[in-house]
Structure formats: C-alpha cells, structure tokens
C-alpha cells in the first residue's frame, strides 16, 4: 500500500513536490486509517488523481493519497440514469464502464486522463451551451472527511455539505464515491473547418447556442480560426472515421510528433513561433468523424504544454476576446499554442467558473518548455477587467480577496470547509493562498 516517492510532478512538469508518504488505498477502510493518522500526526493529506491540473492544488509536502487502486462502478441505473463511480476511476474508462447500462457521460472536455473526483473538484467542463461542467452533473457523494468519518451527502442529505463538496479542491473530504446523472448513449458527429477569424467571433454565440458542442480554436495574431462543431446522433448512427492510416497521420504524425517538434523549434528560437503559427492555422482541422461520444470528445494529447483558463460572462465574451487581441498585437506576443474557446450552460454550484451565468471559457497554452508566467499572466490581467472567474486547475495569480469578490458563495464555501475540516488536514499553504 506504502511507497516513497522522491518527487512527484504535475503532467506539464510546472508543479513539483515532494511529500512525506505515497498511500494508495483499495478500499474506504484503508482511506479511513490513512485520513485519521495524518490527523493525529499533524500532517496534511492531499488526493491526487490524474496530476493534470496545472496549478498546486493537489501539492503537499505532508501525504499524497493516490486512489489508483480504488476505481471501478459501484452501481448503474439504466432507468434513472444515476451511475456511481469509484474516486478514482479514470474518464477513459468510464464509457466502456457504463456501455453494458446503453448511459454515457452528457459531455466530456478533450482530455480524458483525469480521475472522476479530480474532474469535478477542480471543474473540469467541455463545451455546449446546454450543458454544465462535470460538478453540475453531481447528485450525490460519499466522503471520507478530515476526522476519519464517512459520510453520504447529498441535496436531501446535509445540503450545504453537498453544494460544497461536489466542487471542494478535495478540501471538504476525500470522494471515495461520486453519483452522476448520466444519459442514454449517443454518438457524435464533429466536422471541423478553417474559417475567416472575425465573421467566426461574431457568430459565436448564436452559433454555439444551435449547436449541441461548438467550439474554436485560435493561433494568436492569425486572422484564421479552426471551428470545430458535433452534433448528437442516436447510439446506432453508423460510425464513420477516416482510414486508419489517415487518423494515424492526422493525429499522431502531423498532431503529436510534427507538433512537438515544431514547437521545440520555436522555443530554441522564438521568431520562429509566428510562422509556426501560421501553418498550424491552416492545417488544424482534420477530417470527418462520427463515433461513440467519448471516442470524439477526447483527442490524444501528448506534446505537453502550461494552461491559464478564464470563464468569462457570455455576453462580454466579444469584447474580451477584441481585447486580447489589441494586447498581443500591442505586446507582440510570439506563441505557438492557440486560444480554445468554448461555452458552458450556468449551473448552482457554489464554486463553479459557471456559476450563475452562462459562461464562455477562453483557454490559452504555453509549450511547456518555454516559460509560461509573463503570456499567460498577460492573458489573466486583460481578461480581469470583464469578471472573469479562473479555472480552479489551472495557473493563476488571484488570491482569496480577489476570488470572494467572483464568487457570491464564497463565504458560504468557507464556512463549510471550516466547520468539516477545523484543523487544516486537507489544505496547503496554496489552498490557504486561494481559500483564504
């Protein structure tokens, strides 16, 4: 059950640390010992699912709890639609999970490697304007909390800890079970195309608004954008892919392989990041493809990158988006990596990006290699000025004061976590920089 483990990092390597033990439990009594002996010895405890967040909320330099061991469904109701997952079951395997029960998950982002407790703590979402993020999903919860007890919670069932703890930073209790409202299985169609940049920012909203997913993507200081729109198909659509060898080169050789070097290349000698930028403007849409949901949401990721994202109101999705460009125009800004723009329907959840209002995300990369603080904190402080909310799992620089005044819960959130977790077992200093 016990390792050590010199130093773990977050998957784009901007986060490292190094904390006392590695536990990885296989059941909820082993999670129960583990929460209670960092109690009693004074050390805080930290979950860590995929290690994809980009930010340190999941670093501690007292116990990292792994539920690698502890996946797997608990129960699926074809009927209702309620599934309940294992903490740590990972989102690539939730589809073949919940294939048997004809259910699937009402909307994934592009990257399937996290943990379903880490993809609701730190509000991971896709996109679709009739659709929440994962945490609005939510309907029930079971946790281990900060003094060792177990606990079911949900809207019926002690609300407030349940409003709190289906978005926590894993700072209410540990999720050792998650309910989700899931829907029947469905296939989705994705078309892409490169599009003129300003007619595809003008028609965004409405465009998004009649689309089940519609997203795009844009290389700063192009004037082209790569528009990517699915449409929902009944479950025994024929699938229709392109020829394998084709895939192969469109997503691994052109997607994964020629992209990292290319953006090796522009990080050894950054003027080379604007025509870099230029060619993948042109040849970012690929073909075709309709399939299984979960087989079209997630795309392989493997060139490697750091990530700022803003959830912004969507009715100043506009003129933010004029802003930044004015900014990198101004600052001469030189990245490879585009913008990915999405929309989110307004859920409750106390600390959701969407919280109460239909929302427009704005994301954008750095290569990994290359030093991400001065781009993207370029992006924070353009974007700030409209009420943009920060992605919990991503870099930012906002602290406690700042972040209450985005939140109308926030103070509410910080009573709960106090009253669950008086000692501070589950926070950091990070935590505490963001929580207050």
Same mark, same amino acid.
């Given at each position: 059950?016990?390792?050590r ?5 977050? *998957? ?12 990885? $439990? ?12 960092a109690? =009693?010895?004074?050390?805080? +405890? ?10 340190? %909320?999941? &670093? ?9 061991? @502890?996946?797997?469904?608990v129960?699926? /109701? $074809?009927v209702t639609?309620?599934?309940?997952l294992?903490?740590?079951?990972r989102l ?6 919940l &294939?048997?029960?004809?259910l ?8 399937d490697?996290?943990s ?7 509000g !991971?979402?896709?996109?679709g304007?009739?659709?929440?993020g994962?945490a609005?999903? %939510? ?5 281990v909390? &900060?003094d ?5 919670t949900?809207p019926?069932q002690d609300? /407030?800890?349940?409003e ?12 050792l ?6 829907v029947?299985?469905?296939?989705l ?6 599009? $003129? ?15 089940d @997913? @519609?997203?795009?993507? *844009? ?9 990517? !729109?699915m449409?929902?198909?009944p ?7 392109p020829?394998?060898?084709?895939? +192969?080169?469109?997503?691994e050789v ?6 990292e070097v290319?953006?090796?290349a522009a990080?050894?000698?950054p003027?080379?990041? #604007?025509?870099v930028?230029e060619i993948?403007?042109?040849?970012? &849409? ?10 079209v949401?997630a795309?392989?990721r493997?060139?490697?990158? @750091? ?9 100043r999705?506009?003129e933010?988006?004029? =802003?930044?460009r004015a ?7 030189q %990245?490879t990596?585009?913008?990915e723009?999405r929309?989110?329907?307004? /859920? /409750?959840? *106390? ?5 109460g ?6 994301? =954008?990369?750095?290569?990994?290699a290359?030093e ?5 904190l370029l992006?924070q ?5 409209f009420?943009?909310r920060?992605? *919990?799992?991503?870099?930012h620089?906002?602290?406690?004061r700042?972040?209450?005044?985005l939140?109308p819960?926030?103070t509410d959130f #910080?009573?709960?976590r106090?009253?669950a ?5 589950l ?6 920089h963001?929580?207050?």
């Amino acid at each position: 059950m016990t390792s050590r483990t010199p130093t773990l990092r977050s *998957w784009s390597g901007a986060v490292r640390w190094r904390p006392q033990q590695v536990l990885r $439990p296989s059941s909820q009594e082993v999670v129960v010992a583990a929460v209670q002996s960092a109690r =009693a010895r004074g050390v805080p +405890l930290r979950v860590l699912g995929g290690g994809h967040s980009f930010s340190a %909320v999941a &670093a501690t330099e007292g116990i990292t709890l792994m539920l690698d061991d @502890h996946q797997g469904l608990v129960s699926a /109701d $074809p009927v209702t639609g309620l599934v309940t997952l294992r903490g740590g079951t990972r989102l690539w395997a939730v589809a073949e999970l919940l &294939a048997p029960y004809g259910l699937a998950l009402s909307v994934m982002g592009d990257i399937d490697r996290q943990s379903i407790a880490g993809a609701i703590q730190t509000g !991971t979402h896709g996109t679709g304007s009739r659709f929440t993020g994962f945490a609005g999903m %939510v309907r029930a919860l079971r946790l281990v909390l &900060a003094d060792g007890s177990v606990v079911d919670t949900s809207p019926a069932q002690d609300p /407030d800890l349940f409003e709190a703890a289906r978005l926590g930073l894993g700072t209410i209790g540990v999720v050792l079970e998650v309910t989700l409202q899931c829907v029947p299985a469905y296939r989705l169609e994705l078309r892409e195309s490169t599009e $003129p940049l300003e007619p595809t920012v003008r028609s965004f909203l409405a465009d998004s608004a009649l689309a089940d @997913h @519609h997203e795009f993507f *844009w290389f700063p200081r192009t004037d082209r954008a790569t528009v990517r !729109t699915m449409r929902r198909l009944p479950a025994e659509a024929p699938r229709h892919r392109p020829a394998r060898a084709a895939e +192969l080169l469109q997503q691994e050789v052109l997607g994964n392989g020629a992209w990292e070097v290319l953006c090796r290349a522009a990080a050894l000698v950054p003027p080379l990041s #604007r025509p870099v930028a230029e060619i993948a403007s042109h040849v970012f &849409a690929g073909p075709r493809v309709l399939d299984d949901s979960a087989a079209v949401f997630a795309a392989p990721r493997r060139v490697r990158f @750091h990530e700022t994202e803003w959830a912004l109101p969507a009715g100043r999705f506009e003129e933010a988006f004029a =802003a930044l460009r004015a900014r990198f125009e101004e600052e001469g800004v030189q %990245v490879t990596f585009p913008l990915e723009i999405r929309r989110a329907a307004a /859920d /409750d959840v *106390w600390l959701s990006t969407a919280h109460g209002r239909d929302t427009v995300y704005i994301a =954008a990369h750095r290569y990994r290699a290359e030093e991400p603080g001065p781009y993207l904190l370029l992006v924070q402080r353009t974007l700030e000025a409209f009420g943009a909310r920060p992605h *919990w799992g991503k870099m930012h620089w906002l602290g406690a004061r700042e972040l209450a005044r985005l939140y109308p819960r926030f103070t509410d959130f #910080r009573a709960v976590r106090e009253a669950a977790d008086p000692d501070g077992v589950l926070m950091t200093p990070y935590l505490r920089h963001v929580l207050g």
